[in-house]
Every structure is written in C-alpha cells, then in structure tokens.
C-alpha cells in the first residue's frame, strides 16, 4: 500500500506542471468586466457596448459604468483590482491627461497595461441652434465682445473635448468660463436650451442633434473630416489647427495580468473588429473601427503622450 501511495503521489507531481498550463490556458473561465470611466449612454459607453458584442468567449463580458472625478473613480477601481485579466478598464486620453492635470491621484499609468485599442471618434464644436454665430470665426468674433464672458460645457479636465476647448481659448486669447458637467448627454441637453454658450461634443452625443437642427456644428476637432457630417469642416480648416486632437478608446487591464490572458484579450477585440456587424454598430455610435495591438497601441500612447505633454505646457504658459 505505500509503494503504491508513494507511486500515485509521484504521478500526481508529475502531472501537476500539465495541470497548472492547462488551468492558465482555460482564461476566461468567469465573466470579463468592462468598467467605463463615463457614464451609460455617453459616447464611450455606447462606443464600448458596439465593440464588445462582436466579442466571442464562451463568457460574458459585462459592461460597467462608474462615472465621475474625471475618470479617477474607475481609473483607481481597476488598478486594485485582481490583475487577472477578468477586470479591465476602458482607456482614454485622460489615461495620459489626468497625471498632467491633477495632484494626488490614487492612482498612475504605471498601474495598467495596454490591451488593445478598438475606435476613433470625431468631436464636434457645437453652438445652440439659436446662436448668431456661423463659424469658428464667428463665434471668436462674439467672445471677445462677451461681457461678462460666455460658458462653456466642460465634461471633465482630463477629456479630449474640454482640452480642445481649453487649446481653443488658449490660441485665440477669448475668455471662457467653464460650467462642470459628468458627461456629454446632459452637458448636449443644456447646450440645445443655451444654458451656456458653446461645447465641444463627442460624435455619438452631438449627431442627432446636430441633424434634427437643434445644435449647430461649427467644426470637427479631429484632423479629417466626418463620413457622418462630411460638410462640417475640419478646425484645421476652420483656421485653427493648433486645437486638432484626437478621440481615441481601448482597454487596460492591470499591471501583472498574465500576457496569455493579455493575447486572448487583444485577439478577441481584433476579432470582433472583423466582423461587419461590430463596424456598423461602432459607426452609428458615431466612431470607427480602429484596433491596434498591444504592441502599436503601446507606441501610438507614447507619441500621444508626447503631443498631450505639449499642449499641457502651452496651456501653462
């Protein structure tokens, strides 16, 4: 009897490295939650849904608003959580922009890893329907002459469209004050009833507005112009390229999440942006298919960061 205890003990340790690979190789055994950093309904969310439903695990992958402190709270969330590769977080340039704008955070680019990124978006500078100014040019002309200044939207500190604006007053000398907003589509809403007088909107928030005649597009902030809204000029075309900048999403996960759990991860976002269907869904949301791997989304962050480490020291000036 104890030989062959002995004997089947030493098949169990013999075995147990084959265990251990297949246990690693079987990610993702639960579901995968996707925490985004704005809230249900805004252009990342939206953006987010559209994607992750062309992707295929065997599991499901649960999406997750956690809103506010410009993106911190989820930011923060997921950087203590279990980096397992089960908890990711939606990334956008606030990934980058936020360490550059703020003190004290709980949290720091250190703490995640790229992923992959799935779209780029378009923003818009968007006026009521009710406001005399036509242009980019026009509505400068009407801040300077604003006393006191006129408000602007302002959906965070860390996002692409409150930076644009901040580059616009920056380039132009107006002076705007800003009204503090969680997100887009209640910042659209107060826009259409000219609570304040412009904002910059991202695409998914601003299109159906923009086409029932509510709001105006004055210009589009990214570098060409929109399939969606193609007479809406570009802000380079407007004559003020200094405020092009570009609406990027992806996924994190944390710091220390397996690599294999990190390639299935990349691949099933590289898989669902194959499909025909995710395209569409993306479009309509008012974005575009655009993966890059791990590999290209790390370098596309580096040069990004670059170019927002620029404007953060114009801004400072």
């Not at 506010?68 to 203590?80: K, M, S």
């Not at 000398?173 to 659209?188: E, H, R, S, T």
Request: aromatic letters at 8%; a positive charge.
């Amino acid at each position: 009897m104890k030989r062959r205890s002995l004997i089947l003990t030493g098949a169990a340790i013999a075995a147990w490295p084959f265990k251990a690979l297949q246990a690693q190789e079987a990610f993702p055994a639960k579901p995968i939650r996707i925490i985004v950093p704005y809230p249900a309904g805004g252009v990342v969310d939206v953006q987010t849904r559209a994607m992750a439903q062309g992707m295929e695990f065997g599991q499901p992958v649960v999406i997750e608003a956690r809103p506010g402190a410009n993106a911190n709270i989820a930011a923060e969330a997921v950087a203590r959580a279990n980096a397992d590769g089960y908890t990711l977080l939606v990334s956008a340039p606030f990934l980058l922009n936020n360490p550059l704008l703020e003190q004290n955070l709980r949290w720091a680019p250190k703490d995640f890893i790229p992923v992959a990124r799935f779209s780029l978006s378009p923003s818009y500078l968007c006026v009521p329907a009710s406001s005399p100014a036509r242009s980019v040019r026009e509505f400068i002309e009407m801040a300077r002459k604003a006393s006191p200044a006129l408000q602007y939207g302002d959906g965070g500190s860390g996002t692409t469209q409150t930076m644009a604006t901040e580059i616009l007053k920056q380039v132009t000398g107006i002076k705007l004050d800003p009204i503090p907003y969680k997100g887009a589509p209640p910042m659209a809403v107060d826009l259409i009833t000219n609570t304040f007088a412009v904002g910059v909107l991202p695409s998914s928030v601003a299109f159906p507005h923009i086409k029932s005649g509510k709001l105006r597009a004055l210009a589009n902030t990214s570098a060409n112009r929109s399939p969606q809204l193609p007479e809406v000029p570009t802000i380079a075309e407007a004559g003020f390229p200094e405020v092009t900048v570009l609406s990027w999403y992806g996924l994190h996960a944390p710091t220390g999440t397996p690599p294999e759990a990190v390639r299935k991860l990349e691949a099933a976002v590289q898989a669902a942006l194959q499909k025909n269907d995710t395209k569409e869904r993306l479009t309509t949301a008012g974005g575009e298919a655009a993966f890059l791997s791990t590999a290209d989304f790390s370098q596309f962050m580096r040069n990004d960061l670059q170019m927002w480490e620029r404007i953060n020291r114009m801004l400072k000036k």
